[in-house]
């Protein structure tokens, strides 16, 4: 596996290569790999020709900067399990690589009602951040095909409307999430959360499954029911447990094939916030 930790090494690289381009598979992550993320590089391997996963805890998505100091670094294992995988390029850029200017009063992308809703309402200027270091790591790695995961729902959803908004000649391939045996979605954060907590937090599959199983007919009453059940099992608190049917959220024809109806869950449980979500047609 290459290791690049600039523009100038990528272009470098890549000019070494001549004329023959590959055909380039990407999948940004934030690091502390887990098997969610091998999945994205396993798929990026089989539907491209040079994998490039990126690791970058990008500053300009966290609206705390607790939670961004919080966020765990396991870089040399994470080298490990992307060479194992046969991962072809790791890019792994500095902050003044990323945003050589700084990140603060940077462009302001139209993104519109999902912006603020849901995840949006919760963590103020997330989304702009998303779309800040999309948009430049696309920009540096010009990758046919950016991969990403259906557990981070709304942000597929963002990335979409990126690529849409600047004409970016890439395809958006969603994966579905990889779950503990538990059916706890994995998440770098749950490194964050002791045995017992892990094994609270694999309600909100539950939860999310009973949801679909009904239809995705979340009355107000079942959701209070629902975050009771949340606090009862030892979360702290509960963002939001919504469903939405078809074209709620993004107004599209489920160009990501994510399904005609979702339901959400975002809540907190050891000071980590967990999120997950279910899709049904
Ligand atoms: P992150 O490192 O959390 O920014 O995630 C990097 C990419 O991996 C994003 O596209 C996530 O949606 C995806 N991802 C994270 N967790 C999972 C999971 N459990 N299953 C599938 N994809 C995931």
Redesign the pocket.
């Known amino acids: 596996m290459v290791l690049c930790k600039t523009k100038t090494d990528i272009l470098t690289y890549i000019g070494s290569i001549g004329y023959d381009l590959p055909k380039i598979g990407f999948?940004?992550?934030?690091?502390?790999l887990?098997e969610?993320?091998l999945?994205?590089v396993r798929e990026a391997k089989r539907l491209s020709s040079f994998v490039i996963c990126s690791i970058f805890v990008n500053p300009a998505q966290f609206n705390e900067e607790k939670d961004y100091k919080a966020y765990p670094i396991t870089i040399e294992n994470d080298i490990f399990l992307l060479e194992k995988e046969r991962c072809d390029m790791l890019f792994l850029p500095s902050i003044s690589e990323i945003y050589p200017t700084g990140f603060h009063n940077r462009q302001h992308y139209p993104i519109g009602n999902i912006e603020n809703v849901l995840e949006g309402a919760y963590r103020p200027g997330h989304f702009q951040g998303v779309c800040l270091v999309i948009d430049r790591l696309l920009d540096i790695l010009k990758p046919n095909i950016l991969?990403?995961?259906?557990?981070?729902y709304q942000?597929c959803l963002v990335i979409q409307f990126l690529v849409n908004y600047k004409n970016m000649p890439v395809e958006i391939k969603v994966?579905?999430?990889?779950?503990e045996a538990s059916g706890l979605?994995?998440?770098?954060r749950n490194l964050r959360l002791s045995i017992t907590g892990r094994e609270k937090a694999a309600i909100i599959y539950r939860v999310l499954q009973d949801i679909k199983q009904n239809g995705f007919q979340l009355t107000e009453d079942w959701q209070q029911h629902i975050r009771k059940q949340l606090i009862e099992a030892g979360f702290e608190s509960i963002d939001y447990v919504v469903s939405y049917p078809s074209g709620f959220l993004d107004n599209s024809e489920d160009r990501l094939g994510l399904g005609k109806k979702v339901a959400l869950i975002a809540a907190n449980i050891e000071g980590v916030r967990l999120i997950d979500n279910i899709i049904g047609y």
């Not at 999948?27 to 502390?32: E, I, K, R, S």
Request: charged share 10%.
């Open positions: 999948v940004p992550t934030m690091g502390a887990h969610g993320h999945t994205l991969l990403l995961g259906q557990k981070d942000q994966i579905p999430t990889v779950r979605a994995m998440s770098s």
